[in-house]
T-cell receptor, first 112, second 112 residues
């Protein structure tokens, strides 16, 4: 079945530690996105990529980094520079930027 | 209103009743999309309506778009307990490239 796989489902980060969230899709979509969702709020765009080896900052990119070395993969690293990383992180893809998105099931990151 | 702002924030109804959620926006759009999110899960794309369309149906879902009022509504008919979820509207702007903005969502609770 085609879809997006995010791992891990739950992640715990210690102060000063970098962590990487995985996102893999087998939908052959060109565009991929990372969003952050805080309780009771909408989604805020962190980074997006419309083609391999190219990505753009979203509205809240500070403290995060990404790579897009393969069409199928768009990992997100939450660096120690992100001071408030506790949130629900969602990865999405679309065949074209103005089409509907397919979302993964999310990674819940908690600082311990 | 903000771009993609849902109303009401929360809605509680009995099973079998209809549920109506509204979305207002400020800037002209390319299209508007509705998504559903079950608790702790990713978003699921429900329906996309383009700026030149006025109404679309999908099963028990009916979406309308009024570009003169910059608003959209999502109607769920004959609601079921399984419809309990948060519903988000997403407006797609054409700003040279496409940008998708999500609202904060309407939390729907359907009582059995």
């Amino acid at each position: 079945d085609g879809g997006i796989t995010q791992s891990p489902k739950y992640l715990f980060r210690k102060e000063g530690q970098n962590v990487t969230l995985s996102c893999e899709q087998n939908l052959n979509h060109d565009a991929m996105y990372w969003y952050r969702q805080d309780p009771g709020q909408g989604l805020r765009l962190i980074y997006y990529s419309q083609i391999v080896n190219d990505f753009q900052k979203g509205d809240i990119a500070e403290g995060y980094s990404v790579s897009r070395e393969k069409k199928e993969s768009f990992p997100l690293t939450v660096t120690s520079a992100q001071k408030n990383p506790t949130a629900f992180y969602l990865c999405a893809s679309s065949i074209w930027p103005d089409y509907g998105y397919t979302f993964g099931s999310g990674t819940r990151l908690t600082v311990v | 209103s903000q771009q993609g702002e849902e109303d009401p924030q929360a809605l509680s109804i009995q099973e079998g009743e209809n549920a109506t959620m509204n979305c207002s926006y400020k800037t002209s759009i390319n299209n508007l999309q509705w998504y559903r999110q079950n608790s702790g899960r990713g978003l699921v794309h429900l329906i996309l309506i383009r700026s030149n369309e006025r109404e679309k149906h999908s099963g028990r879902l009916r979406v309308t778009l009024d570009t003169s009022k910059k608003s959209s509504s999502l109607l769920i008919t004959a609601s079921r307990a399984a419809d309990t979820a948060s519903y988000f509207c997403a407006t797609v702007l054409n700003t040279g490239g496409f940008k998708t903005i999500f609202g904060a969502g309407t939390r729907l609770f359907v009582k059995a």
